[in-house]
């Protein structure tokens, strides 16, 4: 299946291809990323690193203020096969070009378990999904302005027919909030928690944790955790946790999310049918 490649020599894309330092935002402040309801491109990855996917999504609802929010898929998605593949084995995934590598795995978001999830049927013909479920883990990236092309490109193509990441271009991979090796602004913290974490891991036994990888062409990366899942008209109903998030500089003033500089792309919210609309912090 042959998509068109979108166009990548957009001033947008250039601007934040030249910024290098991320943000992490602080964990109170979280559901602030989503109050633009902006539109995303969630990548996911197989717990065993074997495929992966891109695809886009709006459906996105914060809860509170403690980084809980809730978000819909349709079943059929091929991001549902791969998350959630005990539900969907006779749909198999096409291997990406690439095995996700352990350096892209999400930097700080705890660990997670790979066992059976129990479902249980509702009276409305859906199921429920609770406790191990809460093992998955996916990120929110946050394209700008500019990248209506790739967005588009991204959702008009199933990860089941191509690789999306062979396919399109201006896909680049990356770790949550680092491009190039760079970490966040506090990477010292993230350092000190991994070093308590091998720590622990001499008395504990080690549990694998769901590999997660980000685009380093978004302003934002939001790595999510699934609490619960429910099944409801045909749709996943994901009730989540974000377990980090990550800004550029020119996207986050410390309490809000959206551009701070005139020459920065606004971020871009979806109207439906294929049309887009423009996102900025009216002015002060």
Known sequence: MSVDKPRTDNPGTALIAQLTAWIKVEKHLLARL??????????????????????????LTPLDNHGHFVCSMKSTRHTAAILFPDSHQHQQPIPHSRAVDSKTSEPDGGSATCTDNATVPDEEGGSTEKGPAAAVKFVLNVPTEGMEDLVRAVGGCSGRDCDKFATISDLPVCVPGRVDGSAGADSGSVAAKQTKKHKR????????????????????????????????????MLICTMAGGWVRPDYWDGRCFGPRQAESPALLSFLGSQTFASVRPEAA
């Open 34 to 59: 989503l109050y633009p309801n902006p539109v995303c491109l969630l990548t996911s990855c197989s717990s065993d690193g074997a495929s992966r996917n891109v695809m886009t999504i709006s459906w």
């Open 201 to 236: 891991a001499a008395t504990q036994p080690t549990v694998p944790e769901h590999p997660v990888f980000a685009l380093s062409n978004c302003c934002a990366h939001i790595v999510c955790r699934v609490d619960e899942r429910q099944t409801r008209f045909g749709h996943e």
